[in-house]
C-alpha cells in the first residue's frame, strides 16, 4: 500500500468517477460526489482545488467510505 500524498483536484474527481461516484451539485469551490449503492447513500464534499492537502483528503474518503487501499487500486 503506498503512502497517501496531496492529490490535484482532477485526478480526486477521476478516482471518484471511477468508484462509481457522481458530480452532484457545487456550491463556491466546492464540489459534492454522490454514489448510491441500494439503500445506501454515500456523499463526499471536495474542495475544486489546484492540491488537496493529505488530511483533507483523508477526511473526504472517510465521508465517502473509501480505505486507503481501495483508494489506491482506481
Known amino acids: ?3 497517501l500524498k496531496p492529490q490535484p483536484y482532477r485526478e480526486v474527481k477521476r478516482r471518484f468517477e471511477s468508484a462509481g ?3 452532484a451539485t ?3 469551490s ?3 460526489f454522490v454514489r448510491r449503492t441500494g439503500s445506501f447513500v454515500d456523499t463526499a464534499i471536495v ?3 489546484a492540491e ?3 488530511g483533507t483528503l483523508r477526511s473526504i474518503l472517510s465521508q465517502a467510505h473509501i480505505d486507503l487501499e ?3 487500486r482506481l
Open 1 to 3: 500500500m503506498a503512502r
Open 70 to 72: 481501495q483508494w489506491d
Open 26 to 28: 457545487q456550491k463556491g
Open 47 to 49: 474542495p475544486n482545488k
Open 52 to 54: 488537496i492537502a493529505i
Open 30 to 32: 466546492h464540489v459534492k
Open 21 to 23: 461516484f457522481v458530480e
